[in-house]
């Protein structure tokens, strides 16, 4: 195998190596060897991640065949620009709640770093594989660490919202094993790059089992993705887990876009023959529907942790809409807004726990004293293990407050803006809309979405920050360390250069979203891959 192709799978095997290696030390006794071990193991996916990310801006795909077994009879790994850019994506969010975990967080349950590697393996992997059993595999493995990360804590509230996640995805669990049954029924064939190539030779007769395994494999994928009518559990999920557990789950959603952008325009795109354009009609509507759900549910939250969980229903909904629309200027749009509001929303997750600190004295700080440690709540252990409080700390938090609520709705100066304004751009324009027979009105209509989820947001985020910065009279000032500050300005840092260098960044995105309208080349890079595997050129 060549050194590039070979670097591939690095971010599945980094993390599997380090998590089990991880479950051999006594957590209590070499807890903080444990966790410099999950900080620097996560260090080194934020680098593989930025060399990959490289690779593929250069325009290659690199495809690597595990085994050398060739596709499809064998599983490989496939590296493009869409599965560098989340591969980077996730591991920047990993990075910002395992050092923010740091503080106390890792200590409020056992075996934290180990579930944390395993999740980042299961992600990983969901990222770069290219055929759908082993995406089941890395689907079942993230859930599998996902469940233990959402209990993480204890309390009454983590295990009534955690037994309901894991039924919902355990139900999801079972669709999709549905849909993939049906789907190889009728093909004979579970690599992406084979469906791709032989689902325009379906017989008539079978097409309409082969649309029926679609459709439930799609519908596993968007319960994940949080779309309307099947969000009902995410709020509550993501406001009852711990502040660096929500933080990292803010790109669970994004498993399920992922994976729904891939598969609909591989499988059905243009060249699909008599399914071209499957489900994109429900991927539109439905992405709309969701993004209203998700502005209503900001607007009705009091809890700035529900505000988050609806903001990720508003992030989700807007690009499933794009997705629909099947234009590739809304979906290189997309791509750049499904990055800044993930940042946003993440960082979001890791302030709520500390501007919330300080509203009744004492009283947080003593529960989750008692609920990482035990029953002892004397108050200036818990104060000891908290940090210093400084007058400014109120102005820096304030200051992130504002830098997330600009991000998350979408305002200027920072990146949500240009997402949302190139979104509106590529939607509004009538030479693309005809040219790709987008439906009609639909560009109104997300314009008419996107306005009021922005406006609803401004609104709860005004609403939140008045009532904790401004009319609290029981009001402390929180005790906040370096080290839970740090990671929130690191997301926030990334996404004022996401705005500075916005052309780049949208030029790397529209290189993107052309090779996934033009899937040709995907096709032929794997199934023609070479037995030490291949470095080709990828559609620019």
């Known amino acids: 195998m060549s050194g590039a192709a070979s670097l591939v799978i690095a971010p599945i095997l980094l993390p599997l190596l380090a998590g089990a290696g991880m479950l051999l030390l006594n957590g209590e006794r070499h807890r903080a060897i444990v966790a410099g071990l999950n900080v620097a193991g996560t260090v080194a996916l934020v680098c593989i991640a930025v060399i990959l990310l490289g690779m593929s801006d250069a325009g290659t795909r690199e495809v690597y065949r595990l085994g050398n077994w060739p596709a499809p009879f064998g599983i490989v790994l496939v590296l493009d620009r869409l599965s560098a850019l989340m591969l980077l994506l996730t591991n920047v969010l990993a990075l910002a709640s395992a050092v923010f975990s740091l503080a106390r967080w890792h200590r409020a349950g056992a075996h934290f770093h180990s579930l944390f590697q395993f999740l980042l393996m299961g992600l990983n992997g969901a990222f770069l594989t290219g055929d759908l059993f082993n995406l089941f595999v890395f689907f079942e493995l993230l859930l599998a660490a996902s469940y233990g990360l959402l209990l993480h804590g204890s309390g009454i509230a983590r295990v009534k919202a955690g037994l309901h996640y894991i039924v919902v995805n355990l139900a999801a669990s079972l669709l999709f094993l549905i849909g993939v049954s049906l789907i190889y029924g009728v093909t004979g064939t579970l690599n992406m790059a084979d469906l791709a190539a032989r689902v325009p030779a379906i017989a008539a007769e079978s097409r309409g089992l082969l649309e029926a395994g679609?459709?439930?494999?799609?519908?596993?994928?968007?319960?994940?993705?949080?779309?309307?009518?099947?969000s009902f559990w995410l709020p509550t999920a993501y406001a009852a887990a711990s502040p660096p557990v929500a933080s990292i789950f803010a790109i669970m959603t994004k498993v399920g876009v992922y994976v729904l952008l891939r598969l609909s325009l591989l499988l059905f795109g243009e060249g699909a023959g008599a399914s071209a354009g499957f489900g994109s009609d429900w991927l539109l509507w439905g992405g709309l529907a969701t993004t209203l759900f998700g502005a209503i549910g900001t607007l009705a939250s009091q809890d700035t942790a529900r505000l988050g969980g609806f903001s990720v229903l508003v992030s989700s909904g807007t690009v499933l809409a794009a997705t629909g629309m099947g234009q590739v200027g809304i979906t290189s749009a997309a791509l750049f807004y499904l990055v800044s509001s993930t940042l946003g929303i993440s960082a979001f997750f890791l302030l709520v726990e500390l501007i919330e600190r300080g509203r009744e004295p004492g009283a947080d700080?003593?529960?989750?004293?008692?609920?990482?440690?035990?029953?002892?709540?004397?108050?200036?252990?818990?104060?000891?293990?908290?940090?210093?409080?400084?007058?400014?700390?109120?102005?820096?938090?304030?200051?992130?407050?504002?830098?997330?609520?600009?991000?998350?709705?979408?305002?200027?100066?920072?990146?949500?803006?240009?997402?949302k304004f190139a979104l509106l751009a590529a939607a509004l324009n009538p030479a693309e809309t005809h040219q790709n027979g987008a439906v009609p009105g639909s560009g109104w209509a997300l314009l008419v979405v996107l306005i009021f989820s922005g406006f609803a947001t401004l609104v709860a985020m005004a609403r939140a920050g008045i009532r904790i910065f401004w009319a609290s009279p029981d009001r402390t000032v929180p005790r906040v360390r370096v080290i839970e500050m740090a990671p929130i300005v690191f997301l926030l840092t990334i996404c004022a250069a996401q705005t500075v260098l916005a052309g780049p960044v949208i030029r790397f995105m529209q290189a993107t979203a052309q090779s996934l309208h033009a899937p040709a080349g995907y096709v032929s890079d794997v199934l023609e891959a070479a037995p030490q595997g291949s470095r080709k050129a990828e559609g620019k």
């Open 365 to 419: 700080m003593i529960a989750v004293t008692r609920e990482a440690y035990g029953e002892e709540d004397e108050t200036d252990e818990a104060e000891e293990d908290v940090g210093t409080a400084i007058v400014a700390t109120m102005g820096l938090l304030g200051v992130a407050f504002i830098g997330c609520a600009l991000v998350i709705a979408g305002l200027p100066p920072l990146s949500g803006f240009i997402a």
């Open 214 to 230: 679609a459709g439930v494999l799609a519908v596993a994928f968007l319960l994940k993705a949080g779309m309307w009518p099947l």
